[in-house]
């Protein structure tokens, strides 16, 4: 029903953001991802998904349209309503959590509140089968499996694990490496690259 708003932050609070559009206040629940956009009485864009139930309908704003395709996946998987959908993405991007799915890394998905290790486990299982539903989704999910599986970078993810570091945290550094580099190399140039950020 709503493809997106647009007007005048009004209101931020804890997963909430208050968008003012011709006069009207449009409360969407949202991500600590997409409030770290966002700035008050600041002009910002929502892409929107109406949630309908028997009791409410509730609005859910995010900042990109990669994270509410991702929203969108995520909720098409059973036990997996939008609320924990949310946790989910204030704690992973949508890239982290395509990669997550690509190389079956349950302990980043537990990080959100609210997943425990069979509901992170039957998000992989469906997830892995059904994200050609959402093309946008489908493209990031490819990228993080490239990325996952070239050369010698699954070796050093496995031993950044070791470490304590998870395949969400690393990847956004390892994958700017040149992947055909010794594991030992890549863990090196990885740590230095997270310390710099």
Known sequence: MYYSVRGNVIHLGQNIAVVECGG????????????????????????????????????????????????????????????????????LSPQQIALAIASDDLKSITMAPGVGKKLAQRIVLELKDKFKINTNFEGVIKGAKTTAAVGNIPKAIEALSVLGYTAADVSPFISTLDPNLPVEQLIGETLKLMGRN
Do not use: H, W
Not at 56 to 80: P, Q
């Open 24 to 91: 009207v206040g449009y409360k969407c629940q949202t991500t600590i991802n997409t409030l770290k956009n966002l700035k008050l009485n600041a002009e910002a864009k929502l892409y929107t998904y109406l949630n309908v139930r028997e009791d409410a309908m509730e609005l859910f704003g995010f900042y990109t349209e990669e994270e509410l395709s991702a929203f969108k996946t995520l909720i098409g998987v059973s036990g997996v309503g939008p609320k924990v959908g949310i946790a989910i993405l204030s704690v």
